[in-house]
């Protein structure tokens, strides 16, 4: 009980005192993000990083993981509990879990009470209590599992004392409601019984007085409560009082005001270690051990954090491996913040152990914190100075070579192998040694899968790709597939439940993708006589050559390129076999003008069809349906993206700029500059096409698909992707439609415009 | 010619609409309000949102800035309801407006019912708040996904006939929801806060959205929340702008958030 009791103490006092590592909040549609390589923690299930498969460690992983891959980079282990505690301790903190531990308690001592008291409303008992102005928001657990215990055994003792019937036992029972009463607010004091009263019932009385003056914030009284028990040789709770004395210091500390708390802290530290000292109250010394610990934790934190690191980097086996992670974990978040680059508190200040020094290291992305694991690396030759520093080194820095070397010394089986021959590949493409990379790659992509996970394969495939000898090794190595799926709502990349997971989207499960890199590669960086092979490759599944044959098309349409355009379509027609009728329609128009037009009606049609690849899962709605989200007619690249003002989560699975593959040549790469710079010029999709429709409708205004397509443009100016142009756009396919068609039903069908 | 913009014609047909709307309930539940009115006359309009963390807040000019911040975090469980209630420190300045905030959470291990009696259970939780002193405004925070909207209409219905008729009620909305989902339209709320930020994929769709016709004509036309860490280069000028910090909020951060809003 006591032990219990401690702990929840630690944890509730720790989650109240300091910081919470585990919030969270709401936001963003729900779309289901596609997670190629997780950034925030590794990927599902935890126990595999937590028993040694930590694969390619990731600087922004929080830092619970990044010790657990510190531990293995240094040859430790966790035994089976240890990996536990973790597992634990992360899904606390992921799946943002909360069990009320007191409510069992309460329950227990409400049954212990009503077989003295029968009949009548139990007392109603929170345990949160709110705090006093200028707090009042604030609540703080009051009344803790422990006092419910302790409650219930001292009913039944006294019961057998007194007996279950006797008035004594009544009245005890009434002032312990009193007591309890003060979980949730007022001051409910019970009064001292008369001097001639039952003396085991009059000790009782005392401490009751004493713990409803605690509970009712009255910590003088209850202080002076608490040391009139102790210094009392009869009664039964002066073992106890010692430390109820230290948990009122403490807890003045924490509610009183602020200029008294280290006065209350020191108090406090004194008074548990005098217990802990004191053999005669061996009965309170785990309990005090643990309050100390808190005690500490609040006084001296920055000892506390080196101590912590300490004995979490070196022990094995250890009991209390939760507790200290988390308290850990917190003080550097206290201390550190998210970003340890612009932290004023450096590892040195918190005592300059390794651990410490090597977690705010590897974190930061300052030249400093490279020149340190330089430093620390050659210094120590230990795996994870190594890992810290070629994670972060380019392949332009003098010790780069050196650092190469030791990396592909690591044995396939160590737990830092597949971040050393990552980062091995990493600097040989900087280097351009594309050939060392790509036998590399090949060689740990072919022969040993197994010691990689999911995340670590992508990262290797994505390497590879960079290093393509041809459009059919990109096609290859382009394709991935997820690590995991989320909601991603709230940053956390929490696997989605297969239950949440809509009827358009589940046929893509289990197949590969395209990663972020890989789009932004297509997007940008290959041509469009490229893309036509890729529409037709079989080295891509069909899901993935139907988006790549229709951004082809659309592309070659948008950029004028007939001949691409007209040769796309019939890979088109079979990869899209709904918008055959319409692809006729174009192959059949006459000239270039009329199969522009012919494409954009088609386009208007087809709501899905977009000049860009998609990443992961991309739209989800069929291409011939209108996305209830205006994910129409073409968004993306519409905007071009500000990585300062991009949302955080985005950031990290953002593609990064890289170098085009390796396969392209000159021309090729100097032909999809020039179309990229055409088509992100272009602005929303909707205004390109009304603009069309309506230069098309003036020109041709007998053309019977004409008041329809006036129709439809206006409706993607309401349902596509919209910015300050597009109302013009709106008014003039509107005017038009209503000035030359009015008794047209499309006329009819087209009531408003829409404007900014 | 009818050049008529949507907004012309839709907005007195909402207005209508949410007048007869009003008539409908008003015989069963006392909680059908008008939103932009009322909502609108609530100061300050800067809000800083104070999520479950240690927050110091006292250097607020509690005349320009209110605070919402997350009071309770109720977690649906099985057939249960499990409140949390906040354990971090929140100081401001005497007499700030504070809007308390009740974040709903499903258990992932064992997932809730969304029964009647669960909505119910959980709006008893919330209605506490609206006791606190200086709360004009509850605000409820929760994901809905398209199945669990009934569950979530019912239990804003219950809160709303538990809370004190002039205490106003906000909720947080998925950026999504203000662009064409009328799920909103219904709801017994005084105001619907887009969150603009975290988005996802859908990013460019909502903020191209923002940068054209707004939330206009929906529950999000005068609010809207931001995070300090994703600048919105076009953002609506909206009477109440919620704002969300990634870390504790100090003066820096939140003299950064009052130059480049202009607040």
Known sequence: MIRRFAKLLAAALISFLLLAPVTAIACGPFSLDTIFSFTVHPEYPLENFA???IGLVQPSYARSYLYVAYRY????????????????????????????????SVKRWLAAREKVVSGGEAPKIDVYRSREKPNEYETYLNCQKDAFETAADTLEARGKEWGIKSALLKIWVDAQDQVFANCSEGKHIPDLLPADADPSGRADRQYQIAAANFYAANFDRALAGFQAIAAERSSPWRTSAPYLIART????????????KVASLTAAEKQLNGIVGDKKLESSHENARRLLNLVRLRLHPKDVVHELAISLAGKKGDPNLKQDLWDYTVLLDQFVGDEPASSKTTAAELGGDALTDWLLTFQSETPESLAHAIDRWQTTASVPWLIAAIAKIDSSNSSADALKRAAAAIPSDSPAFPAAVFHVARLNIAAGRFNEARAMLDGLLNKHPSHFNASTINSLRHQRMLVANNLDEFLSYAQRLPAGMSWNDDGREIPADASEVSENVKPMQGKPLFDADAAKIFNEKIPISLLKQAAVSKTLPQHLRRDVAQAAWLRAVILHDDVAATELVPTLKSLVPEMSPLLDNFLAARDPGAKEFAAIYAWLKFPGLEPIVDTGIGRSTPLGEQDSYRDNWWCSAAFTANPDNAEEGAKKHAAKEEMPPAFLTRAQRANANKEYAMISSLGAGPNYISRQVVEWATSHPT??????????????????????????????AYDFLHRRYPNSVWAKKTPYWFKD | MQSVSPRRVLVPALMLAASLFVVAFHHHVNFARSSKAETTTLQPALILWAWERREDLTFIDSKQISVAYLARTIFLRAEGVVTKPRLQPLSTPAGTTVIPVARIESDRETPPRLSDNQARDAAIEISQLALLPNVLMVQVDFDATTTQRQFYRTLLIELRKRMPPA????????????????WLANLPIDEAVPMLFRMGHDRNAILSRLSGDGFRMTRCESTAGISTDEHIDNLPAVSRLYVFNPSSWNRDALNKVMETYER
Request: net charge negative; glycine share 6%.
């Open chain 1, 51 to 53: 028993r040694g498969d």
């Open chain 1, 703 to 732: 053309d019977a698909r004409v008041p329809e397509a006036l129709h439809l443009a206006v409706n993607t100016t309401r349902h596509g992707c919209t910015d300050k142009e597009t109302g013009r756009w709106s008014k003039a």
């Open chain 2, 167 to 182: 205490t106003k009620l906000s909720i947080t909305a998925l950026a999504s929801w203000c662009q064409g989902d009328n």
């Open chain 1, 73 to 104: 980079l240094n040859g430790n282990s966790f035994t089976a509990a240890e990996q536990n505690a973790l597992v634990e301790l992360w899904h606390d903190r992921l799946d943002l879990r909360w069990e009320p531990a007191e409510e069992q």
């Open chain 1, 249 to 260: 210091f403490l807890r003045t500390a924490s509610l009183g005001r602020d200029e008294q």
